[in-house]
């Protein structure tokens, strides 16, 4: 069993910056894919960002490229979502999850296996 904190959220002007945590249980966090999804209010989950396992190779999608980048941290278990120059479109409620023994990214929400409860991000004008 994994299980995923997420911490770091909170309310921002637009064009500021938060940097969200997420810290994974499990002895194998250096096999997991990671990713990050936000849901807004009456929306689809929506994927953004994933990084592989040794972090080497990274994924975004295209309305949070050169914004927001995703890191990991394999000693301390944890994967990270710095975003800046925040929109009120960023706001939604951000989910990390894992994709567990999957060596290649992914968007899919269907091949992540382990989700946390979510951390809120809301982007005032």
């Known amino acids: 069993q994994v299980q995923l904190v997420e911490s770091g959220g909170g309310l921002v002007q637009a064009g500021g910056s938060l940097r969200l945590s997420c810290a994974a249980s499990g002895r194998t966090f250096s096999m997991y894919g990671m990713g990050w999804f936000r849901q807004a209010p009456g929306k689809e989950r929506e994927f953004v960002a994933a990084i592989s396992w040794s972090g080497s190779s990274t994924y975004y999608t295209d309305s949070v490229k050169g914004r927001f980048t995703i890191s990991r941290d394999n000693a301390k278990n944890t994967v990270y979502l710095q975003m800046n120059s925040l929109k009120p479109e960023d706001t939604a409620v951000y989910y990390c999850?894992?994709?567990?023994?999957?060596?290649?990214?992914?968007?899919?929400?269907?091949?992540?296996?382990?989700w946390g409860q979510g951390t809120q991000v809301t982007v005032s004008s």
């Open positions: 999850a894992a994709a567990v023994y999957r060596a290649t990214i992914t968007s899919r929400v269907d091949d992540y296996n382990y």
